[in-house]
């Protein structure tokens, strides 16, 4: 497998974060994949934001959970791009994905959304919430699971395991040689976020990893460059 490039929340360096037009440009950038996040609107639509609120990515206030999906579309996602559903995703780009369930409720949406899109093979669903990726794992078996985490030990491998993950997604502040060979030995593959440096790109590399998570578009310039 090459060392993948995906690019996070479409490319929020650049671009106001998962929005069309991030992902638009992550895909133009030939990012190798596209993280986004997912959570639920008031009336059970699946809609594509990073908090549990609105406040800091929109020009509105209150939890997401409060608002119907036509509430949200009144909202202001930056540069005048509205908060995108998962389906306006889906359509927008062609290639690989990486789906974050941030809001454990949303599995089940996401499980009919990718039935319903044979997204099956073109999606990799990511969590930080073990219950989400073993929802998933009932609903959807052969649609790979990434455990996502941020401060954890080496109980992660283990973690990773018993929902079947193929691979972890992990801070690499906290990321150690210990840590990426015990995975690997596990027979899991490790991803890095948020690596936007070439001191980081540097760690990654020397971790073994097999790909980073990115907000700019030149990681694909330097990782290239590194090969
Ligand atoms: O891909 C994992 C990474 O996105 C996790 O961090 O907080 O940006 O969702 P966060
Ligand atoms: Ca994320």
Redesign the pocket.
Known sequence: MSFLT?G??GLMGVEPENTIRSFVRADREGMDAI?L?LHLSKDGHLVVM?DPDVDRTTDGEGAIADFTLAELRELDAGQGERVPTFDEVVEAVKGRL?V?I?DVAAAKALAEAMTAHDLVGRVEV?S?HDEALAEMRQLLPEVPRVL?A?HYGLGVVDRAREVGAVML?LNIRRLTLELADRAHEAGLKVIA??VNTPEELKLARGLRLQGV?TDFPGMKHSVRFTA
């Open positions: 995906i996070h929340r993280e996040d990073h990486q974050e941030k990511l930080f996502v941020s997604s976020w948020t998570v």
